[in-house]
Structures are given as C-alpha cells and as structure tokens.
C-alpha cells in the first residue's frame, strides 16, 4: 500500500526557515511528479512548488525565491526549503506525487489536484509576525 508522510511543519516566527520532507513508500514508480500544496481553513488546495522527472519545476508567484523544491537522492523523497517566511505563508502543506502527472491526466496546470493520485496527510505551518 502507498503511503505518503510529510515531515518538517512547525510554529515559527516570520523570516526564519523550515524544510519540509515527503517520503512515499510501498510506490513501484522510480521517475514521479511532486508537488506541494498548501491548504487554510476555508479554502481550495492551492499549488506552491513542483518537479517533474526531467527536474523541471514550478512554483506559485507568491514564494518564488524563497521556496525550493528538491528531489533527494533517493526516488522516494522530496523537500521544500521555505526561507524568510511570512505569516501569509501559514497553511496546512500536503505533498502530492504521481507517475503521470497532471498534464498527462488531463489537466491544463501544475496544480490540478487530480493530477496527482497519492497524498499525504499534511503538515503544519504557522508562522506568527
């Protein structure tokens, strides 16, 4: 059975980092779409950072140069490095993965929630002022 676990979220004071982890297991694919997404109380899942295979990545306007998103040596883990952190950055994170992805499932964005078939449970971030 795939499992997906993010790691890493915690309460912090605004421009400090944290790294977030996601380690699938019990996941037959080697080459994998991931994504992280970030959710707050009353709102849609909204897209923050992605990569494909070939390494390729995507990020929402609101975290460019302060987020990295980074696949680990192994094939079952990937990271996002959040730097000077805002208090608009607090949400619930999951992370996402597919062998696919979203444009080959159909969508027309890196953040089309269906295009990835595996998530975690999440992990938080709050961020105080």
């Known amino acids: 059975q795939t499992q997906v676990v993010e790691s890493g979220g915690g309460s912090v004071e605004a421009g400090v980092s944290l790294r977030l982890s996601c380690v699938v297991s019990g996941y037959r694919y080697d080459d994998n779409y991931w994504a992280w997404f970030g959710q707050t109380p009353g709102k849609e899942r909204a897209g923050v950072a992605a990569?494909?295979?070939?390494?390729?990545?995507n990020y929402a306007d609101s975290v460019k140069g302060r987020f990295t998103i980074s696949k680990g040596d192994n094939k079952n883990t990937v990271y996002l490095q959040m730097n000077s952190l805002k208090p608009e950055d607090t949400a619930m994170y999951f992370c996402?993965?597919?062998?696919?992805?979203?444009?080959?499932?159909?969508?027309?964005?890196?953040?089309?929630?269906?295009?990835?078939?595996?998530w975690g449970q999440g992990t938080q971030v709050t961020v105080s002022s």
């Open positions: 990569v494909d295979p070939d390494g390729n990545t």
């Open positions: 996402a993965t597919d062998p696919w992805g979203p444009f080959r499932r159909g969508g027309d964005t890196w953040w089309t929630l269906f295009g990835y078939n595996y």
